[in-house]
């Protein structure tokens, strides 16, 4: 493994092959291509990621699931390979490509796990998509709803302030200001968000940052959050989940902690202690067993 990620301009199929058996994949889904790494043997669970990452952000966790569960880590509509078209990113639209996924691959019911951006589209699939859903796994981040237009337009000192999800929202600005200087944002981000700031190291960082580096991918990116007023209509009509779920934090604990009784009527609920957002990457491990014990 050590040896292929020594490499220079690694691509995403070197990058699944580090990894043991996993394959680096598409599937074509409502006019659009999605890419995907695949692996292990079970029934499948899906990972999706969230921002400022990729399919990459799971591969610390990806070998030990893949013993027990088919894993399918998948880049979302605008992220990595997968095609980043101009509109389509409301959390519904893109839960509609998971299923289509699902249904071309013959995956019959699956887990679904997502974090950050990827847990609102992984709640709205099990919402929309319950006959296709096992269970649902959301990952520091709950599914957006209108406090989030409580949140201060300055910082408060001591206050936790997420300028971004309004940066992200505006048209035109950022792509003109961070094409080929995307790191500036991203390592921001890392280095603010992260308690273990080392977990994301320089070589996950490089693999981002030529996702996020385009106008097109940072264009993409920000239509995640831009959709946000269609995500909050959205959940708004959306019954409560009736699988089971599991809500994972580390920084975001009390949101999830928060949300989880008005989104579902059985779920469990686990705190990973001196971790923040990044949970993959930070506390892999206790990630892990957190997920397995869950699944079983």
């Known amino acids: 493994m050590n040896s292929i990620l020594n490499q220079q301009n690694i691509n995403d199929a070197q990058l699944a092959l580090s990894l043991g058996a996993f394959e680096s994949k598409e599937v074509e ?40 569960y088919f894993v399918i880590s998948l880049d979302i509509r605008g992220m990595g390979y997968s095609s980043a078209p101009a509109s389509g990113y409301s959390k519904k639209e893109m839960a509609s490509d998971v299923a289509e996924m699902v249904r071309k691959l013959n995956l019959g019911k699956v887990h679904i796990a997502g974090h950050d951006i990827g847990s609102g589209i992984a709640y709205s699939f099990a919402a929309v998509y319950p006959e296709l859903t096992a269970s649902l796994i959301m990952l520091d981040t709950p599914p957006v709803d209108a406090s989030i237009y409580k949140l201060p337009m300055l910082p408060i000192p001591g206050m936790f302030y997420p300028w971004w999800l309004a940066f992200n929202q505006v048209d035109d600005l950022p792509e003109k200001i961070l094409e080929g200087r995307y790191s500036l944002v991203l390592n921001a981000i890392f280095d603010g968000l992260s308690v273990k700031q080392d977990a994301i190291n320089a070589f996950d960082r490089s693999v981002y940052v030529r996702t996020y580096n385009t106008v097109e991918g940072i264009r993409a990116a920000n239509g995640w959050y831009k959709a946000f007023a269609a995500d909050i209509e959205d959940n708004k009509h959306y019954k409560k989940i009736e699988v089971p779920v599991l809500g994972v934090g580390g920084s975001g604990y009390q949101m999830i902690n928060d949300a989880l009784p008005m989104l579902a009527t059985e779920f469990k609920l686990c705190k990973i202690e001196n971790c923040g957002h990044f949970l993959q990457s930070e506390k892999p491990e206790e990630l892990i067993g957190i997920i397995k014990t869950f699944l079983k």
């Open 29 to 68: 889904v409502n006019g659009i291509t999605l890419h995907y790494v695949a692996g292990g043997e079970g029934q499948p669970l899906i990972l999706l990621p969230g921002w400022p990452e990729t399919w990459w952000s799971y591969h610390k966790i990806m070998p030990e699931l893949a013993k027990q």
